[in-house]
């Protein structure tokens, strides 16, 4: 088969991150007859730094003609004091926008070979946790209206969370599939006891959860989620959230596989075309040192093979390489421990090539 793929490789440690997965990938297309075609696009900082622009026109245009997106990371302290309307994230979230990127998988899983890695005891991981943050990707705080005026003399800033019953019902069922398809356990996150927005979402599920008598669903409020993810992560099979609480709690979830570069993600709409970046930012302090952790990018690019494209075999074969240098005792710095064998970004992306 024959793809078109965006590379927004972006700024600090993106570039590195990215070459490597693509490096997986071209291994992918030489086993299995594929060809994959790479249009780079510049986005973040490193685009404002060349076109005074986080994204260009053009640059968006080709993200919306090609079969998927693959980004690294975007941002920096060199960018921290530009204007708000051209800061280096507003392109992503641009980005997610006009793809109508809605639905964001996390999903949160730990290898068994880094047990020791999670920051959490062995009796609180268990056999390995295996959890999916399904984050609303384009409504609530993110993109409602907000503003900064002088009121009786002092600042005053606010920021809308709006939703609607359509996004929330939308999201609501990408969330009820995906439960159907795994371990059949949904549980629902907001903060119903306070706001507005969370009241109409529970609503929304409750309403939902009637059509799918198989999925055992259940409404927790947010802060308590943050407390169980701790406490007790196994308990949890699918969670699903609006925008800003999936931020938050996906960056939580993280530590429990041990690092967040660990963590892929794939933000999908309602057709083929979707986008796939690691949870983790731009890590300036450690950029264009190649000790950057791949894996994320890489598992990225896997579940771009199994959502945008249908190549589950493929995708199978990326996971399962991942999990053979892991085996063999491979780390990269922020998952190294005494014993094992460490190495760099570029040869964690060349042993889990080798291996496919
Ligand atoms: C994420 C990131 C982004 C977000 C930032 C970079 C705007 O933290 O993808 O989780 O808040 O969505
Ligand atoms: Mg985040």
């Not at 730990?110 to 268990?126: D, H, T, W």
């Not at 599939?177 to 929304?204: H, I, P, Q, Y």
Request: hydrophobic residues 40%; negative net charge.
């Amino acid at each position: 088969m024959n793809k078109n793929i965006a590379v927004l490789a972006g700024d600090g440690i993106g570039p590195e991150i990215v070459a490597e997965a693509i490096k997986v990938l071209e291994k992918i297309t030489d086993k299995f007859g594929h060809s994959f075609n790479y249009t780079e696009v510049d986005i973040g900082g490193c685009s404002i730094d060349k076109h005074g622009v986080p994204i260009t026109k053009e640059g968006m245009e080709i993200c919306k003609a090609s079969d998927s997106v693959l980004l690294g990371a975007v941002g920096g302290p060199k960018w921290d004091n530009v204007d708000p309307s051209i800061r280096p994230e507003k392109a992503l979230l641009a980005v997610r926008k006009e793809l109508n990127l809605f639905a964001n998988l996390r999903p949160t899983k730990l290898f068994p070979q880094l047990k020791n890695a999670s920051p959490l005891k062995q009796e609180i991981v268990g056999n390995g946790i295996d959890l999916l943050i399904v984050r609303e990707l384009t409504g609530g705080v993110y993109f409602g209206s907000r503003e900064t005026k002088e009121v009786d003399g002092q600042l005053v800033a606010t920021d809308l969370m709006p939703y609607s019953e359509g996004e929330i019902e939308r999201i609501g069922r990408v969330a009820f599939e995906t439960a159907m398809k795994r371990g059949k356990k949904l549980a629902s996150v907001d903060k119903a006891n306070v706001l507005d927005t969370s009241r109409l979402w529970r609503k929304t599920m409750h309403r939902l959860s009637e059509e799918y008598p198989q999925v055992e669903y259940s409404d927790i409020l947010v802060d308590n989620t943050a407390m169980q993810l701790i406490k007790n992560p196994t308990q949890f099979d699918v969670l699903v959230t609006e925008n800003m609480f999936g931020d938050i709690l996906s960056d939580e979830a993280s530590m429990l596989t041990g690092s967040i570069g660990m963590m892929p993600s794939a933000s999908l709409s309602s057709g083929t075309l979707g986008m796939y970046e690691p949870i983790h930012g731009s890590a300036p302090d450690i950029a264009g040192m190649d000790i950057a952790n791949p894996l994320g990018t890489i598992l990225s690019a896997a579940m771009m093979l199994r959502y945008s494209f249908d190549m589950a075999k493929e995708a199978d074969a990326i996971e399962e390489a991942v999990n053979k240098v892991l085996d063999e005792g491979y780390r990269t710095g922020d998952i190294f421990e005494q014993g094992f064998k460490k190495v760099t970004c570029s040869e964690m992306g060349s042993l889990v090539a080798d291996r496919i």
